[in-house]
Structures are given as C-alpha cells and as structure tokens.
C-alpha cells in the first residue's frame, strides 16, 4: 500500500503550522480522515461556498497507479477538488466543508490525479460515495483515531 500523509494548516498564537489530519491510499484513491479534521483553515469561494484546505507532498513519478479506480457506485457525489500547488511540490485538496460526512467515503480518481501530477490537468473531483467508510487507524497500536 502506497499511502501519504495529508496535512491541514492550523493558525496556534498567531503561527501558521502543519497539523496530520489523515492519508491518502494511492493503491484505491481513497481519501482517510481523522475525526476532527476540520478543525484546520478553511476558506470561502466567490460563490459563498466554504471548503477546508488540504495538501499532501507529491509523489514521485511511478507512485501513483496508471489503473483507474472509480468506485461502483451510482451514489457519488462531489466532495471537492485536488490540484497541483503553485510551487509543483504538493497536491491541495479541498474539500466542501459544509457537506462533509464521516460516514460516507471519499476518494479521488487515480488516473485523474495522476494528469494532475504530470501537468497535463488543472484539476480534479474529489467525490463521495455511500460505501463504508474506510476508518483511519494508527499504524503503532492499530487504534482509531
């Protein structure tokens, strides 16, 4: 399993500073979040929707299976978007804050993502889909999070 850390970005006495708030499986897409992720910075759009910033380092070439991924499901919905930063070195996610469910699953599509990384997209969905959700789970002590 191939996964990578996602991070938020969280203001402590006036400092900005990472804060782990869950991975990214890039063996399926899916998308895992510890509970209370949203407790990072969020933003408003011109359209008045508010989404929650997320990012995650990019990976290198080859990691991210040419395979597509697409969950079955008649069920998925759009939870957000993923695209490169400006500086190339991330991949940001954001997310609809105000339709966040953590009982739903969230995923992104592999081949999408991997247009993406290349350049040759700007951006990609981030949807959901009523499948169990996939719980985050510590790899020290296997416990939930």
Known sequence: MVSYNIFGEDINKDKLF????????????VIILKQGFYDVRTYMTSD??????????LPVDGDIPKI????QSTNNELAGYARRSNDEKSIKISLLTEDFDPQLTYFVSLRALEKVRLGERAVTTVMSTE???????????????
């Open 48 to 57: 008045g929707q508010k989404y929650t910033a997320l990012n995650f380092k």
């Open 18 to 29: 990472k804060k782990f708030v869950g991975s990214i499986d890039l063996d399926t897409g």
């Open 68 to 71: 597509d991924n697409q969950f």
């Open 131 to 145: 499948l169990p959700p996939y719980k985050f789970v510590a790899a020290i002590n296997k416990q939930n999070l």
